[in-house]
């Protein structure tokens, strides 16, 4: 599990599988413990799950096998923590918040990143890949 942490930035590389995924979790509760920012972990790690989640299980498989990489990049300046999946896909994330159904199994990734960031987006790296990121506020959730 390659990765490199800062004092403001961190990253790993997401093994293409579910433990995988766990990893990611783990290592972004771990690397905001680290960096005092604990109070954002639940929602952090919610965050890169769902984008490691959908990296791993809508890119990777359409990807060249030598093109496989799927990676996480953690990033936090004064008032905000940004969190990026980088990974081999071409297409951009589907988003479809009023055509899920609040009981369906898939569907509802971004609809969550949506409610818990304050912003979120996407990056095509042309010829091939994306980076899907969101931002967080480092200050205590204003959910109930």
Known sequence: MPLSVHHTSAA????AS????AQAR????DTLRDWSLG??????????TELAANAVV??????????????LDLTRDAGHLT???????DAPP??????????????????IVDALCEEWGWTPHPPAGKTVWARLS???????
Do not use: Q
């Open 18 to 21: 579910e433990e995988g995924v």
């Open 83 to 89: 969190l990026a999946v980088s990974d081999p896909g």
């Open 138 to 144: 480092t200050t205590s959730s204003s959910l109930p």
């Open 94 to 111: 589907v988003y479809a918040p009023h055509g899920t159904c609040a009981l369906e199994e898939h569907g509802r990734g971004l609809f």
């Open 39 to 48: 109070h954002r972990g639940d929602d952090a790690a919610l965050v890169v």
């Open 26 to 29: 783990a290592f972004t509760e």
């Open 58 to 71: 809508h890119a990777v498989p359409r990807a060249p096998a030598d093109a496989s990489e799927v990676w």
């Open 12 to 15: 790993l590389r997401i093994v």
